[in-house]
């Protein structure tokens, strides 16, 4: 292998910048050039690349976002789009591809790799945590961080009106960072979409709240109620509840990577290196019990499931 092309792709991630880091210091030392697409699988189509450099990107280890830029890219998803993706890889002599995204950037390599037989390595890169073959994937980690710091601060003023407060937080069909941050917070009710009907036990909760306490509710924006819903189910069982909602939104994408997305994208970005050397191809690396694993794409976009030992710590302080 002489020469990676590597790109973001789907929601940015606190962590993908620290993976680029990686995957350009690993890939230099093996004496291998390193290009950067532009705007994910955006940039592979209009032949958008950059070359970069790990004395350049060693300075922006710490900062969230994507350097390279990304996109939710709909030309791609067309097989004219994918047929440009490889006439750029051909005319810049690119014989591997490194790409660091959720589930919808996984489904394009799988659909690429029919087009295409260069090696394709995967990192996972999502705040929504819902990908299967990782514990956790970058992102994730800053994410509840950033998460619970504010609605620790919703809390107090809360408390302080003994107030129903609804948060949601993100996680388009997941609920990892609802049950993450809700647990760490004291929610009164978790509400997520892999688990149903949760909101009946809430409501039953609710209807004898007296306020004389804050009431907290941490809602997942993929949860089927969603926050509108939820507090108009529970204006309906207890009229006299005074109640403000509070939807956290995309600050949970951004801010620096927590110490251990800093740890993971570099850890990651260092096996997706070492990956291709292997000549494996069309992998994901992820890190499974503290042990890179590496999991075929078609396995990968099965969705990661809310474990037995979540569920049951959900029932005990969320319900
Ligand atoms: O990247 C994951 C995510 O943040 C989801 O939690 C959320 O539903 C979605 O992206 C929002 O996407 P966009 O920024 O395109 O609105």
Redesign the pocket.
């Known amino acids: 292998i002489k020469h990676i092309g590597v790109f973001t792709s789907?929601?940015?991630?606190p962590g993908m910048n620290a993976a680029l880091y990686a995957i350009a210091k690993s890939a230099e030392a093996k004496g291998i050039k390193i290009s950067g697409f532009r705007k994910g699988y955006e940039g592979l189509i209009d032949g958008d690349l950059i070359p970069l450099k790990s004395h350049e990107l060693k300075k922006i280890t710490q900062i969230g976002g994507t350097i390279l830029k990304t996109a939710?890219s709909k030309r791609f998803l067309e097989l004219e789009g994918r047929k440009k993706a490889l006439q750029t890889l051909k005319a810049n002599n690119i014989d591997a591809l490194i790409a660091i995204g959720?589930d919808g950037t996984f489904k394009g390599l799988l659909a690429f790799s029919e087009i295409c037989d260069i090696p394709f390595i995967g990192i996972p890169g999502?705040?929504?945590n819902d990908i299967f073959g990782t514990d956790y994937t970058l992102g994730f980690d800053s994410a509840v961080n950033t998460a619970i710091e504010n609605i620790d601060k919703i809390k107090d003023t809360a408390e302080s009106h003994n107030r129903v407060f609804i948060v949601e937080v993100?996680?388009?069909d997941s609920g990892y960072?609802a049950i993450h941050s809700g647990l760490m917070v004291g929610a009164d009710s978790i509400l997520i979409p892999e688990s149903g009907k949760d909101f009946i036990y809430l409501l039953d909760k609710v209807k004898n709240y007296d306020s004389e306490d804050a009431f907290l509710v941490v809602v997942s924006?993929?949860d089927e109620l969603g926050a509108e819903l939820v507090s108009s189910k529970i204006k309906e069982v207890n009229p006299n509840v005074d109640l403000r909602i509070t939807k956290l939104g995309?600050v949970?994408?951004g801010g620096n990577p927590s110490a251990l997305d800093r740890m993971l994208g570099i850890r990651l970005g260092v096996a997706a290196v070492k990956t291709l050397l292997q000549g494996k191809k069309n992998v994901m690396v992820g890190v499974l019990n503290n042990q890179l694993h590496l999991t075929p794409f078609e396995v990968v976009v099965k969705q990661h499931q809310v474990d037995n030992e979540l569920y049951e710590l959900l029932e005990l302080f969320g319900k």
């Open positions: 789907g929601g940015d991630s939710r959720g999502t705040i929504d993100m996680g388009r960072i924006e993929g995309h949970q994408r």
